[in-house]
């Protein structure tokens, strides 16, 4: 499957933003899907997954900021971000266990 996603930018701390992910050549209910990212100088790092059933799990630096959900009929998930800090500036992907986006990118700073 081919995942796209969109919505990153630049943001001020405290300020959010809503990235969006759309499959081609899948249908999302058959997967889970994940958000994961990459900060300056580190590892890719997982970040939130999220299920068929609309439960999701959370990494301990998203939970309570971060909200993963998913449109169905537009084949998209989403990512709503809050109170973002900057040390959330990086690149974030898009995937399931086998493919990835090709990142969108998240700058937070003032």
């Known amino acids: 499957v081919q995942l796209v996603e969109s919505g990153g930018g630049f943001v001020q701390p405290g300020g959010s933003l809503r990235l969006s992910c759309t499959m081609y050549g899948g249908r999302i209910t058959e997967y889970a899907l994940i958000w994961s990212r990459q900060l300056p100088g580190k590892e890719r790092e997982w970040v939130t997954t999220g299920f068929s059933d609309d439960t999701a799990n959370y990494a301990d630096s998203a939970r309570g900021r971060f909200t993963f959900s998913r449109d169905n009929a537009k084949n998209m998930v989403f990512l709503q971000m809050t109170n973002l800090q900057p040390e959330d500036t990086g690149v974030y992907y898009c995937?399931?266990?086998?493919?990835w986006g090709q990142g969108t990118q998240v700058t937070v700073s003032s």
């Open positions: 995937r399931t266990t086998t493919d």
